[in-house]
């Protein structure tokens, strides 16, 4: 059956395994990501996963066969530096995908070594603890230029006719100079606009708008550097005609995030 494209928040850093504030924050998020799976059509044969913490001067699939652990976050607790995530990779999936992608023009490595970073393993270990579907990670350009992205999933959109959940995991808001500030306005402001872009009825105009998000109300507020926005864009593309839907909406640490479905 045809699977969605998704976009999540990941949260901050390993945000489920922390005590205090950080943790309670994200506890509607937990509990979101822990029911994903049972709201599919059906079980995914693979997922493919853009994270935010993954840039490269071409977009790259990631074709380890067992793909390893990178803990890239800081300041944690030293629990947190052994969680594992041992899901198998998808080489020939990345195969399959760097055809679909070569056909539309786009430029792509393969990347053997890749392993998971905690845009992938942290939201993954709710939504699959059980670390048996095939992980495809795909990276982001670093140019991070919006369009492109959305012709990035357009081109990856067949691949959710062959059982492959498209998962963009990044945040709808992403400012840590002023996540613990209490100030609301900002975020709430620009949650809204987001979703009223994002499941606009007519795909054109949705990936239009999406295209210009950095003139929405308080963009730069809360994406100072759009990097954790990217993955949506590729969402949208993959989304091919089907209208979005906002599926998940929480206020952490006051700050509104939304998560977004399409199919």
């Known amino acids: 059956m045809r699977q969605p494209a998704i976009f999540i928040s990941h949260g901050g850093g390993p945000c489920f395994w922390v005590d205090g504030p950080m943790a309670r924050a994200f506890d509607g998020l937990k509990a979101y990501l822990g029911g994903l799976l049972a709201s599919l059509p059906e079980r995914p044969r693979a997922i493919l996963i853009v994270s935010a913490h993954w840039e490269e001067k071409r977009i790259t ?14 300041g944690f607790p030293e629990h947190t530096y052994r969680l594992s995530y041992p899901a198998p990779g998808a080489p020939e999936l990345a195969e399959q995908a760097r055809g679909l992608l070569a056909a539309a023009g786009v430029e792509t490595a393969l990347d053997a070594a890749r392993g998971f970073d905690h845009g992938v393993f942290v939201p993954m270990l709710i939504v699959e603890p059980g670390a048996t579907i095939p992980i495809l990670t795909l990276s ?44 609301a306005k900002a975020a709430a402001g620009f949650d809204a606009w987001l979703t009223e872009a994002a499941t606009k009825p007519n795909p054109e105009e949705r990936n239009a708008l999406l295209a210009q998000w950095s003139a929405a109300p308080f963009a730069r507020a809360c994406h100072p550097r759009e990097e954790h926005l990217l993955p949506l864009m590729v969402v949208a593309g993959a989304a091919g005609a089907d209208v979005g839907r906002r599926v998940f909406h929480d206020a952490a640490v006051g700050k509104a995030i939304s998560g977004f479905a399409f199919g």
Do not use: C
Not at 150 to 161: F, K, M
Not at 164 to 180: K, M, P, W
């Open 61 to 74: 699939l990631g074709a380890a066969k067992a793909p390893g652990m990178i803990f890239d976050y800081y």
């Open 140 to 183: 982001l350009r670093d140019d991070l230029d919006p369009a492109f992205h959305i012709g990035v999933g357009a081109a990856l959109e067949p691949l959710r006719d062959d059982g492959v959940l498209i998962l963009g995991s990044g945040n709808s808001f992403h400012n840590l100079r002023t996540f613990f500030n209490g100030e």
